[in-house]
């Protein structure tokens, strides 16, 4: 069994200050690999795949995940999904065994309803900025919550690397009048563009 | 002559293994922290834009990159070019940006190694002999940062991060608001990503 509270430490020195995002990953990480039963990835032997996007709040979560299951971004045994959520798929690569872990809603909900969010992140105060009074005890409630309260694990199931066939399906760009693949063309009010389009007329991209 | 950019014990445990990557990783961040004046990011203002790609050798210098200069996969900070080289852009927003290279010659003589002979086999880092593994460790310890590094100003580099946005639109098989930028076309219908199938590859990376 791994304990979360192993990690916190190592955890902290990656990640460069306190928040409640990195230790839920911790926890998060640590759920899923007592539910299969794994040892932290030396190598490639895990591959968590995490549902965080990039532009939002507590993707912190992820260093927590890093740093518990050994499934690194320097080793690339950790992939992004991109749905903006937090749910974690942990796979044991030999044996194709995996869980899905997310933390609850209630738990992410708490965390949100602090003094921690209210009044310092989300007045755009640097996380290592926030009072340690305001940051600790949210820290030591992610870190002592039972798993119950604070996770959801998946049952385990089995996991075969997606192979997606090649898509056919392609429109045109209503802005640039270019042919672009319909997975990869993006909304722009009621226009259907590409990608450059989209950051040209948008400033950003997805 | 040997490097003063050891990465501390912990570095070693995070990764998972020890191989000569994550090291030199380590050492190109406090390189290019020394050369820019700049300290290890608690927060989310130093980026990291390594010109590595996946599926190929040595993406382990990432993990020492992170541990370096705290610029995190989990604080976004830190994004692949997908170039396939050994190099990366460090920019600090207020220090400026270098790009840091392994140079060919020293990339040559590591290869040379028995260490290399054992990946290339297919064996994994953890498994290679510790004699074998500390080998290189240690020589690539010994060489003087210039003949490892190439080093370049960068003065001319802009990042512009991603501009956010508050628009969202329901997705029309399961009726759930997505944020515009998460939302994908599938049959000429707008759809969240887990309704239409098309997961993270159609997100274009860096």
Redesign the interface.
Same mark, same amino acid.
């Given at each position: 069994m791994v304990n979360p509270k192993d990690y916190y430490d190592a955890g902290l020195l990656l990640h460069g200050h306190k928040c409640p995002a990195m230790p839920m990953g911790l926890r998060v990480g640590a759920a899923a690999m007592n539910r299969l039963g794994v040892e932290r990835a030396r190598d490639g032997q895990l591959l968590a795949l995490v549902e965080l996007g990039e532009d939002h709040c507590a993707t912190c979560f992820a260093d927590g995940v890093q740093t518990i299951t050994g499934c690194t971004f320097g080793k690339g045994n950790i992939k992004k999904l991109h749905f903006g959520k937090w749910g974690v798929t942990l796979v044991d690569v030999a044996t194709g065994r995996a869980v899905r872990v997310t933390p609850r809603a209630e738990a992410m909900l708490a965390n949100k309803q602090t003094e921690f969010f209210k009044e310092y992140r989300e007045k755009g105060v640097p996380a290592s900025e926030v009072p340690p009074a305001a940051v600790e005890p949210l820290v030591e409630r992610v870190m002592a919550a039972p798993d119950e309260k604070l996770v959801s694990v998946g049952e385990i199931f089995p996991y075969t690397i997606p192979h997606r066939p090649h898509s056919f399906s392609s429109l045109v760009c209503d802005h640039c009048g270019e042919m672009v693949v319909e997975g990869y063309a993006r909304l722009v009010g009621d226009q259907r563009v590409c990608i450059p389009c989209q950051e040209k007329l948008t400033g950003a991209r997805s | 002559m040997k490097t003063q950019f050891v990465p !501390?014990d912990?570095a070693f445990?995070?990764?998972?293994?020890r191989c000569p990557?994550?090291p030199i990783?380590y050492r190109m961040g406090r390189v290019a922290m020394s050369v820019l004046g700049a300290e290890?990011?608690?927060?989310?203002g130093f980026h990291v834009f390594p010109e590595l790609g996946?599926g190929h050798p040595q993406?382990?210098?990432?993990?020492?990159?992170?541990?370096a200069t705290?610029a995190?996969?989990?604080?976004?900070l830190?994004a692949k070019t997908f170039y396939g080289k050994l190099a990366a852009i460090f920019h600090h927003p207020t220090k400026g940006a270098i790009r840091i290279a392994l140079r060919p010659e020293f990339v040559d003589a590591m290869g040379k190694f028995e260490f290399f002979a054992y990946r290339k086999r297919g064996i994994? !880092?953890?498994?290679i002999p510790a004699a074998v593994t500390d080998e290189v460790i240690e020589w690539v310890a010994e060489q003087p940062d210039d003949a490892v590094f190439k080093v370049e100003p960068r003065p001319e580099f802009r990042y512009t991060p991603?501009?956010?946005?508050f628009n969202k639109?329901l997705c029309s098989v399961c009726n759930e608001y997505v944020?515009?930028?998460?939302?994908?076309?599938?049959?000429?219908r !707008?759809m969240c990503?887990?309704c239409?199938g098309?997961?993270?590859e159609?997100?274009?990376e860096g």
């Open positions: - | !501390p912990w445990e995070f990764h998972g293994h990557f994550m990783g290890r990011e608690q927060d989310h996946e993406t382990c210098l990432m993990d020492g990159i992170q541990v705290g995190t996969y989990g604080k976004v830190m994994e !880092p953890s498994a991603v501009k956010g946005s639109t944020f515009d930028r998460y939302l994908r076309m599938k049959d000429g !707008p990503i887990p239409s098309y997961t993270g159609a997100r274009r």
